[in-house]
């Protein structure tokens, strides 16, 4: 594909529900992260990905936030039993080697979670 | 961990050059400074990157004086297009990095 797509793109659920975020990434892309962006905030760091191998996990606020990428391409952001505080966007992140600040990251458009 | 400090916002006139500074005073040797943008309901988009001295390409320059403690973006001639969130980066990896809360550029016609 042309760049990194998410699905879905709005996402509204009520508390208690469990949701499943979609990442494709760019094809052949190693590295691929998930951030948390609150209104106002910037982007916050939840988990990283090379390949399939689940790096690090540090930023995941809760054990109820699970992310995968079983075959290295597509990623899933998981929230099980979801609170208000949990409302945000998204993001998705990919780029071509591993982590290094030095390689440019390519963002899709986020997924916006609201729960009610 | 580096820490950024820059403009929470900036107003400038179309057509004007805009420079906005970032001051990373614990920069480590193998810390790189790297700047994205973000437009309302849309992820961010890497604009610039640098290490030392200058890094100029199609859509801004990035200026980093010799001890490297702080970095200026500067974008030329700004339109109504460059409206946007600014996020400065320092740091070797994306897990050590913060995005902060960016500077807030408002273009005005």
């Known amino acids: 594909g042309a760049g990194v797509s998410q699905s879905p793109r709005y996402k509204v659920a009520k508390r208690g529900q469990d949701v499943a975020l979609r990442c494709d990434p760019i094809?052949?892309?190693?590295?691929l992260f998930w951030y948390q962006q609150a209104l106002g905030q910037g982007p916050e760091f939840l988990t990283y990905?090379?390949?399939?191998?689940?790096?690090?996990k540090s930023g995941l606020p809760s054990d109820r936030f699970f992310a995968e990428r079983p075959e290295g391409s597509v990623s899933t952001l998981k929230i099980q039993r979801t609170q208000q505080e949990d409302s945000a966007v998204y993001l998705c992140?990919?780029?071509?080697?591993?982590?290094?600040?030095?390689?440019?990251?390519?963002f899709g458009p986020g997924t916006r979670l609201t729960v009610l | 961990l580096a820490k950024t400090t820059q403009p929470i916002s900036m107003d400038s006139y179309e057509g004007q050059e805009v420079n906005i500074t970032c001051s990373h005073n614990?920069?480590?040797?193998?810390?790189?400074i790297t700047w994205y943008q973000q437009f309302p309901s849309q992820g961010p988009r890497f604009i610039i990157q640098?290490?030392?001295t200058k890094v100029t390409n199609e859509v801004a320059s990035l200026f980093i004086p010799a001890d490297r403690k702080s970095s200026t973006l500067s974008l030329p001639r700004v339109s109504l297009s460059d409206t946007a969130v600014y996020y400065c980066?320092?740091?070797?990896?994306?897990?050590?990095?913060?995005f902060g809360i960016g500077t807030k550029l408002q273009v005005i016609p």
């Open positions: 614990n920069i480590a040797t193998n810390d790189y």
């Open positions: 980066l320092v740091g070797s990896t994306y897990q050590k990095v913060t």
């Open positions: 990905f090379q390949n399939e191998a689940q790096l690090d």
């Open positions: 094809s052949g892309h190693v590295s």
């Open positions: 992140a990919s780029s071509l080697r591993r982590d290094s600040l030095n390689n440019e990251q390519f």
């Open positions: 640098g290490y030392k």
